[in-house]
């Protein structure tokens, strides 16, 4: 008897969501989810990590959650898998419908996951309460929410759903791209699966530095029959060299007989899809030879160079200067000084980079994970040798981005794969791949010397900021040339030097991350504001209140302000302050154990849109004959809600509802460039641009109807409607033209910003955004742990396009202020998946009170500003600070590790 | 190597009894797999290359029973039904750990077994069972042994399993499963979190004082060991306030510097944890007299 016969009998099928599906000869010993997604095309199944450590994969089995990246087919065989997809039958739509009325989801990559875990413990527990959908969820991650409406969905989940309330501007309306992200219907960029699709694997370097040389690649194929093509910069038909910042690209697609960081791609292997997945590349013919590398930022300056022409490895310094800083210091009261030193921070989108490309006639069609739609078809275009024309860039759903995926990573490689093989070619980085190869925040060493009068009002501050920008330029000079900017944070100074490098190393390619090197400046300065405030005999909110920029005021930049409000955030928080003050002594007080309260509090401002360098948006809007109003929007939704919020005002500009309308796009066919989703610009910029065009178009359908501008638009039966004081008439719509419309607005909008001169002087952002919050912290004094209690957010938005959207992004940047402050720390080699590098998960979060400010920009649309980066600078800093408070520890590093501050509290 | 191709069916094994098993790790030295949720992290693979043998069907390898000498764990036993056996409270420590073994995901795949053959030196299962004195049962075609559990880890990631053994089960002895114990992890983060230190403490009451503690510490040295050195010093100390002698427990250690923590923090962690274990152990004792 074959010793698995009997055992084999009754388990030869799996009942997937009530459908018996037989199992035929698939790999017993393969990963359910790689059966789920590949075999059965159910791609809600998410995987961001293969390891057990996201939990987006989660399936039930047999009503267990379990990881199905973890569970091989065989044991799956003869029992019954519940997967995103059939949710529904299994008695979950409320569930669902909670997820989307509470904001639950973002970027939507580890909805299902989370689904599929609340799913298991409502069926057992119809109303759980906070501590058990904290411990049901604890295994799946999430990079966007902060989890605080992921629990208040799951809390609410027995809820009917209620029909939709208002949905004008201001009105907390659920996102729109919402249902197919919590139905599993959302495509991401590994969920495109072409029937005859090739894999595209990269070959990466071991080392920090070396040089390569290939041995015979082609024999190396022939013995594999399931190789279609191994390609290596000889191959590259264009030019090698991509960058978010033109006049610095450096980066090759694949390396050129050198590679500089551990993880750089040297050569593709591209073959069919089974036998590439299983292969074993370590026999790869490349050899390598080892060449010191710069790991230490310090020693970069006097190290030979990474690339010729970047004497002392110095990408680019900013620098802002105003006033004499030696006499205002010289003549202050009180002077602190102190340095502060950040780590390499990961982004870890729960969706690693992936993506599809195809040829489509002579068109090559990239269909990725991106945040810069535009920017990736015209650095792949070149890198490929094609006109920009002949590259058409489709973004798939974005799992995450945080200013990752800003920068191109599988597009020139699988645009590569296709061109060469003419077969539709995919490519998905693992974890591993993706921690190693893509960009992070940069590594700061920062130092600071701040002085304030005898009346306690800052009169001087001297910045510098060493950043460790990696082995190719990114967006470092970004960061160097923002960072002094705003050195200042949110406050009045009367003289200010403030400077930054970026400099290279054979690090990771340090590049954009939600802040842009501003919340490593935050935390040098911030925690210095402490002791300041201190010196002079202040309470550390009001010393920060007597400080903050007022409307008139100018900025270190010589920028005179308008819609300044930061001081409103801050009053905002005073009864916040003084309760909060109240309860951290009383508690410690009486604390007889090792635990002490602190709290504390932060600042930030920031600039939205690029720093002095145009960033336009084009919004295009069409009538369509039958009165229907479609948005071409061309800025990517990686989760914060563009599609919601641009929709909303152009809805409010035109005069009609936001269900009105239809939205096309991103994709460079059919929509005009909105630019890249970074530097909280989107609301902003591509938000005028959506208000000019709903604007113009309004004025055309008015003539059209003859109406005056007081008419009001309706869309019903009749098809499109204006209402004024002559009554209710169809507007004359004609035909449709080439385009399908019968009426058409695309408009521009470009922030108004000039140069910065040698001094830093200029006006490099035309919209800011402000934001204070206060921490509250319980530490443990012997074991240097800190607990978070609570956070208390107050962020000025200008005007609250989307009040639900708004907290999300508040929620979720303090869920990266709080990795930032206490346990993110990218280590080459030694980091490289998510169980060695920690980001908060659901039980790190503390309750979070955001407050929304109103404070309107007269440049942003209906007055609003950008939020996105700004909710996660003041996050660490108060952290940090509420640290102090509860210890008398200025911490100087972070992340603040248990042991780093039980070793500074000695 | 030559890749694996997608369906080699005939390479996994999935036997409904351990004879049928031990034959086939006799003439294949399969790889084992139980949870997988140690063996699949270990691959960037979709799937698993063979021969594998999965234990998880095979009668009598799961589940918790007690017998005439102590009690007796399945080997193939999940994490999740540790957490939600009744269990005596000298084992209330394998509890706590079991659910703090990644999350609910992991704790409905992962097994004890498994924990324990793979070695890790922050295996969360092995302090709570070395506090008890745990023995584990070892089977080939060859016959069955016991070993104690602190002579089958022989070093990080290495055990005295042969190569054509399964091992059947977790054994604990009457005598250490008598007292309350409780166990305590400390991470970076609350969740899923590898530990940077971790502690049991089982301890037996008399007369308002320590009878007889077991300390055992995870993640502090090449392999998690008993210190039984601070054990001999609480003997006949008074319940309200036991002391530990930090540097005792650092010379019992010998702690490594990593990403996580420097090797000093982890001695003195070790001791703050073993002082709250402790009071968690003895704290309804306490109550009691
Ligand atoms: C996200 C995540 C979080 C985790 N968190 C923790 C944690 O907090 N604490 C912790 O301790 N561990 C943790 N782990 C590790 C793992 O879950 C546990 O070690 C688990 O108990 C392993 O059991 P398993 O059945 O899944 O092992 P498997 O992966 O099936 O096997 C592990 C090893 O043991 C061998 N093996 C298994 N059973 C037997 C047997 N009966 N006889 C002989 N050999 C056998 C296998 O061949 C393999 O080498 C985590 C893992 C993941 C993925
Ligand atoms: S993909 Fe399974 S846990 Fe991350
Ligand atoms: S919404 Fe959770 S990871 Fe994006």
Request: aromatic share 4%.
């Amino acid at each position: 008897m074959s010793l698995d016969a009997a055992a084999d009998a009754g388990t030869a099928a799996i009942t997937v969501n009530g459908l018996t599906v037989a199992l035929g000869d698939a790999a017993r010993a393969r990963r359910l989810s790689d059966w789920l997604r590949h075999e059965l095309g159910l791609t809600g199944t998410k995987t961001g990590c293969d390891a057990g450590d996201c939990g987006a994969c989660t399936v039930l089995l047999d009503g267990a959650p379990v990881c199905a990246c973890l569970t091989p087919l065989g044991q799956a065989a003869g029992r019954s898998v519940t997967t995103v997809e059939g949710l529904d039958r299994a008695g979950m739509a409320r569930l669902q419908d909670a997820f989307l009325r509470h904001g639950a989801t973002q970027c939507g990559i580890c909805t299902p996951g989370m689904l599929m875990a609340a799913a298991a413990l409502l069926a057992r527990e119809p109303h759980p309460d906070r501590a058990q959908v904290e411990t049901a969820l604890a295994g799946v991650l999430c990079r966007c929410t902060g989890y605080a409406k992921i629990i208040d969905a799951v809390l609410d989940a027995g809820r009917p759903a209620e029909p939709p309330g208002s949905r004008a501007l201001g009105a907390r309306i659920a996102r729109l791209d919402g249902p197919p992200r919590v139905t599993g219907r959302a495509r991401y960029g590994a969920d495109e699966i072409p029937p005859s699709c090739l894999t595209v694997r990269a070959i990466r370097s071991p080392h920090p530095h070396a040089d390569f040389a290939f041995g015979d690649l082609a024999a190396w194929a022939a013995a594999r029959p399931w190789v279609a093509a191994v390609l290596t910069a000889a191959d590259i038909p264009g030019r090698n060299r991509f960058g978010v910042i033109p006049p610095f690209a450096d980066q090759p697609a694949l390396a050129e007989g050198r590679a500089r960081f551990r993880g750089e791609a040297v050569a593709i292997v591209v073959g069919e899809p089974g036998p590439t997945e299983m292969a074993d590349l370590s026999d790869f013919p490349v050899r390598w030879t080892p060449l010191p590398a710069i790991t230490d930022p310090a020693a970069a300056a006097a190290a030979e160079p990474l690339h010729p022409d970047r004497p002392q490895n110095l990408l680019t310094a900013g620098r802002v200067r105003r006033g004499d800083v030696a006499a205002a210091m010289a003549g202050a009261a009180h002077v602190v000084e102190g340095t502060m030193r950040t780590a390499f921070v990961e982004h870890s989108p729960i969706e690693p980079e992936a993506g599809v490309a195809w040829l489509d006639g002579d068109m090559l069609v990239i269909r990725a994970s991106t945040q810069a739609p535009a920017m990736d078809r015209d650095d792949t275009a070149a890198v490929l040798g094609l006109p920009p024309e002949r590259v058409r860039t489709i973004p798939s759903a974005c799992g995450g981005g945080f200013g990752t995926k800003l920068d191109l990573s599988v597009q020139p490689l699988i645009g590569l794969a296709a061109l060469r093989t003419g077969r539709p070619c995919r490519m998905v980085y693992t974890r591993t791949e993706s921690m190693q190869a893509t960009t992070k925040r940069h590594p700061g060493r920062l130092r600071a010397r701040i002085g304030a009068d005898q009346a306690g009002r800052l009169v001087a501050l001297d910045f510098d900021a060493e950043f460790d920008t990696g082995a190719y330029a990114s967006w470092g000079p970004t960061v160097a040339n923002r960072v002094p900017v705003h050195a200042t944070g949110p406050y009045r100074f009367a003289a200010v030097r403030a400077e930054a490098r970026a400099r290279h190393t054979n690090n990771p390619v340090a590049g954009a991350f939600r802040g842009f090197g501003v919340p490593q400046g935050a935390l040098c300065l911030e925690t210095l504001l402490d002791p300041l405030a201190e010196a002079c005999g202040l309470d550390r909110l009001e010393f920060r209140i007597l400080n903050a920029l007022r409307d008139g005021d100018a900025t270190a930049t010589g920028q005179v302000l308008r819609g300044v409000g930061i001081g409103e955030c801050l009053r905002a928080l005073r009864p916040h302050w003084a309760d909060a003050l109240a309860e951290a002594e009383a508690a410690n007080a009486t604390a007889r154990g090792p635990l002490r309260r602190g709290v504390g509090v932060a600042s930030c401002w920031y600039g939205c849109g690029n720093t002095s360098l145009p960033n336009p948006s084009t919004v295009r809007i069409g009538i369509t004959p039958e009165g229907r109003p479609v948005l071409h929007q061309g800025a990517t939704d990686i989760g914060q809600g563009s599609d919601t919020v641009i929709t909303q005002i152009a809805a409010e500009a035109l005069g009609l509802p936001v269900d009105a309308f239809t939205l096309v796009g991103p994709d460079t066919l059919l929509t005009p460039d909105c630019g890249k989703t970074s530097a909280s610009r989107q609301t902003y910029v591509t938000g005028r641009a959506a208000a000019a065009a709903a604007r113009a178009l309004r004025a055309q359908i008015l003539r059209l109807a003859n109406a005056g501008d007081e008419a009001r638009l309706s869309l019903g039966e009749g098809g499109l409607c204006v209402t004024d004081a002559a009554g209710t008439r169809p507007v004359p719509l004609g035909p449709a033209g080439p385009d399908g419309y019968a009426l058409r607005a695309e408009e521009s909008y470009d922030p108004p910003t000039t140069a910065l001169d040698a001094d830093g002087q200029g006006t490099p952002y035309a919209v800011y955004g402000w934001g204070a919050q206060m921490a509250e912290v319980e530490v443990d004094t012997a074991l240097g742990t800190v607990r978070v209690l609570r956070i208390t957010a107050a962020h000025d938005l200008g005007r609250v396009v989307n009040p639900l959207l708004a907290e999300g992004q508040i929620e979720g940047g303090i869920a990266q202020g709080l990795g930032l402050a206490l346990m993110e720390e990218y280590l080459p080699d030694r980091t490289e998946n998510l169980h060695d590098y920690l980001i908060p998960t659901i039980g790190d979060m503390p309750d979070i009170v955001p407050i929304l400010i109103e404070v309107p920009d007269p440049e942003g649309p209906f007055g609003a500003k950008g939020l996105g980066e700004h909710a996660l600078i003041p996050t660490a800093p108060a952290i940090l600070n509420a640290v102090r408070h509860a210890t008398g520890v200025r911490p100087d590093r972070v992340p603040l590790l248990p042991h780093r501050l039980r070793e500074a509290l000695r | 190597m030559d890749p694996q191709t997608l369906d080699p069916q005939a390479a996994y094994h999935r036997p409904g009894d351990l004879d049928a098993a031990l034959r086939l790790m006799a003439a294949l030295r399969p790889t084992v797999l139980a949870g997988g949720t140690d063996l699949f992290p270990a691959t960037q693979r979709p799937a698993l290359t063979g021969p594998v043998l999965d234990i998880t069907a095979i009668a009598g390898l799961s589940g918790i029973a007690e017998t005439d000498g102590g009690m007796r764990i399945g080997a193939a036993t999940r994490w999740s039904a540790i957490a939600g056996a009744p269990l005596p409270a000298a084992l209330e420590a394998l509890r706590q750990a079991a659910r703090e073994v990644g999350a609910v995901q992991i704790q409905n795949a992962g097994t004890i077994g498994g924990n324990l053959c793979n070695a890790s030196p922050a295996a969360d299962g092995v302090p709570p069972l070395l506090a008890c004195g745990a023995e584990v049962e070892l089977a080939s075609l060859r016959g069955r042994r016991r070993l104690p559990l602190a002579a089958f880890i022989t070093g990080p990631r290495r055990t005295a399993l042969a190569p054509d053994e399964i091992m059947t089960a977790v054994i604990l002895p009457r005598a250490g499963l008598a007292g309350r114990s409780a166990f305590l992890k400390l991470g970076a983060r609350r969740h899923l979190v590898i530990s940077i230190a971790m502690v049991a403490v089982r301890v037996e009451c008399a007369g308002g004082r320590i009878g007889r503690a077991a300390i055992a510490v995870g993640a502090c040295s090449a392999v998690a060991r008993r210190l039984p050195a601070v054990e001999a010093a609480l003997a006949g100390q008074p319940l309200e306030a036991p002391v530990i002698d930090p540097a005792a427990v650092a010379a019992a250690l010998a702690p490594i510097d990593d990403a996580r923590a420097s090797a000093e923090y982890r001695s003195l962690a070790a001791a703050e944890l073993i002082g709250r274990a402790l009071a968690m152990a003895i704290g309804p004792e306490r109550e009691a007299a």
